[in-house]
């Protein structure tokens, strides 16, 4: 029974590895997705720390793609030392992949205070050229989820941009993209986006923590029987002397 036991643990080890390699992909891709939001998102979002539960979940899944392959020697080999030296890392990572749960709460809680502050500040600064920085990220916005204005289209009749127009209407980006004579004119609302764009802002932020959270809670659960199945291996080895002289190739005295 011990001798199945220890075979039955290193073949799920051994598949385990093969699903960190995987793992160590799809960390990174999530990781790189955070990071390309981010930059879309930037000037609603000004706190540069929420980035650390990506580069986090980027570092680990370096880490696992190298875990995978001490895995897959130390099984093979029947190494002790590697076997332990697994667990042990194993332990780090997941405790890090905790660390980024934690983080991914706090920041999502941060969410919306952070883009009711900086919002209001991103649309007075709207002059409608491709040469402001602002005026892309709220046309990208506008087009991308879908919305007008801060809380609906009205709202562009108290900025700047609409103060200098002078031709009451909203900008291009609101217009819904099945109307193909939409000029954003506010006396055919019909023809504009309903939803505000705050609201639509802070829930793409909010999913995109939810994607390192859940992302970060799977992976942490993998590794946890990962470290189950290498500490039964080694105990099994440490408390059967048979085993031990079956890997050997010696004999009892």
């Known amino acids: 029974m011990g001798q199945c036991g220890i075979t039955s643990s290193k073949t799920v080890l051994v598949f385990l590895n093969l699903i960190f390699w995987?793992?160590?992909?799809?960390?990174?891709?999530?990781?790189?997705?955070?990071?390309?939001?981010?930059?879309?998102?930037?000037?609603?979002?000004?706190?540069?720390?929420?980035?650390?539960p990506?580069?986090?979940?980027?570092?680990?899944?370096?880490?696992?793609?190298?875990i995978g392959l001490i895995g897959c020697c130390a099984t093979v080999r029947e190494?002790?030392?590697?076997?332990?030296?697994?667990?042990?890392?194993?332990?780090?990572?997941?405790?890090?992949?905790?660390?980024?749960v934690v983080l991914g709460y706090i920041y999502r809680a941060k969410v919306e205070k952070e883009v009711n502050v900086s919002i209001k500040k991103v649309y007075d600064e709207y002059n409608g050229t491709n040469s402001n920085a602002q005026s892309r990220a709220i046309d990208y916005i506008q087009r991308q989820l879908q919305c007008c204005g801060i809380h609906n289209y009205s709202d562009w009749q108290n900025t700047h941009w609409y103060e200098q127009s002078?031709?009451?209407s909203a900008p291009i980006s609101c217009c819904k993209t099945n109307v193909g004579s939409c000029r954003g004119s506010l006396t055919h609302p019909e023809d504009l986006y309903q939803e505000g764009c705050e609201a639509m802002v802070v829930k793409k932020l909010k999913e995109i923590m939810m994607y390192v959270i859940?992302?970060?809670?799977?992976?942490?659960?993998?590794?946890?029987?990962?470290?189950?199945?290498?500490?039964v291996v080694l105990c099994r080895r440490a408390r059967d002397p048979a085993y031990e002289l079956l890997i050997t190739g010696g004999t009892y005295a």
């Open 54 to 66: 990506a580069v986090t979940i980027i570092a680990v899944g370096a880490l696992l793609f190298i």
């Open 214 to 231: 859940w992302t970060a809670l799977t992976f942490a659960t993998i590794q946890m029987l990962g470290m189950l199945c290498a500490c």
């Open 79 to 100: 190494s002790s030392c590697g076997l332990a030296t697994f667990a042990v890392i194993l332990l780090l990572v997941f405790m890090t992949e905790v660390a980024v």
């Open 22 to 52: 995987a793992a160590a992909g799809i960390l990174c891709y999530v990781g790189a997705y955070v990071f390309i939001t981010y930059d879309d998102y930037d000037h609603f979002f000004e706190d540069v720390y929420t980035l650390i």
């Open 166 to 168: 002078k031709n009451n």
